[in-house]
């Protein structure tokens, strides 16, 4: 087991201390995150103490602690998950092989775009969060809002730790300029799409963490089985904090819908607009939305680019060792839908090449889950409705649906009529006003805002009426 050290500025089980000039190097870059985490972290709560979870180790009991603390004063550290020893390439064309633990010269390129582009989505999300807080709906989303910022926050840590480790001076400038791109700036946005959309209200935030954050899984499921065996460690501790940021869209979700129907059934009409609530329509929309654009994350249906990071051990399929047996996948298929005419037609594509969609595939597996559940809630509650995860060539801008206007229930169309219908798909401008109106901050004890649910349990065996977010009492800073 690795030893963890605690009293270094940058706590970590990598003993940094032995490596004095890679210390140096990240205590010279984490004033500059902290600037960032002051200036683009989120607004207005940053004297406040908060009860948050800290990763204190890799063990997998026993791994975080609970306590109050201010967001500044958060002790962001670097951990990856206990090396393996003899650990070998798990798939690839150098399958077998004994797993790396310095980047190979022939794919320090891809590898550092692979880090990059992982790291790029960490602070971006932080960006894109950054004014939630100041209409939560409860002390309980606050704090749970919070817990995801900083744990976005030590990821990217995680892919710095990386980058200055293994890359050198261009690392270091990697670096640097993951705090300088911006989520939505004009000028320099982040790298995917996904992470420049405004996270305007707590409905959206619900759903990017359970649906994008749910990308990230599985993105980060790829890289937990790479060849690097230092990206492998990093990324499999990284999934431990994961869980709850899925965690919190997942009940976040289920809770606006489980409201929506409380007040359906209390209005003549069954109207939950006209009693303050998010109605149903209106979160099947925010979904359509966000579960397409994370779609578009997987990259395209067919690419040649997740061929060579499969063949070169870089990159494999969530869950690769425990799932599959052939690790090489020369000679198979896989079945890919594709737009044809006024159809969609399945198409057989060698599996190297389809390694997106197989990806891809697992993650709207894992997404339909969520969206049983809230079904079951409202069924649960007398309602007739059914909430569900749109066709995959529904609104993409990226792969192989990109040009084509798919419906919702897999119909192709013609341009005109998809614009026609969209604001029928997706959330309107109207819409987004409507839920603003009711983005109203509650931060009293064991209250909360009228448009969801309070939560069944609270955190850490606490009640939902726990203080999670202690204000502070001084004069502002
Ligand atoms: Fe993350
Ligand atoms: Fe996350």
Known sequence: MSTVDHYDSIPNNVNLHTDRKL????????????KWWMTMGPEGFQLDDIYLRTAISADSDGWANFDYVRMPDYRWGIFLADRVEGRTIGFGDEADEL?????????????????????DTEPASVEQQRLLGLTCPSLYDLRNLFQ??????????AMVFLLHSYFGRDGREEAEALLH??????????????????????????????????DGKFQLLSLAESGFDPMAR????MLTEEAHHMFVGETGVLRVVQRACELMKESPNEDARSLGGIDLITIQKYLNFWYTTSLDLFGGEVSTNAANYFAAGLKGRAYEQKKYEDHVILDSYYSVLKPEDDKIVDSDVPMRNALNSILRDSYVEDCQRGVDKW????????????LKLPHVGFNRTIGIFSNSSISPDGEVLEAEEFARRRNDWLPTAADQEYVATLMISVMERGKIANWICPPTKGIKGKPFEFEYVRRYAGESA
């Open 181 to 214: 791109r911006n989520s939505g700036d004009a000028d320099q946005p982040r790298i995917l799409s996904a992470f420049n959309e405004p996270i305007s209200d707590w409905l959206h935030f619900y759903m990017f963490t359970y649906f994008t954050d749910r």
């Open 99 to 119: 797993a790396w633990q310095q980047v190979p010269g022939e794919y320090r390129n891809e590898l550092k775009r692979l880090i990059v582009t992982q790291g």
């Open 23 to 34: 210390q140096r190097a990240l205590e010279k870059w984490q004033p500059n995150f902290l």
């Open 148 to 157: 995801v910022n900083v744990e976005e926050g030590r990821h990217l840590w």
């Open 234 to 237: 990093t990324a499999r501790f």
């Open 375 to 386: 079904n079951k809630a409202i069924a649960t509650a007398g309602i007739n409705f059914e």
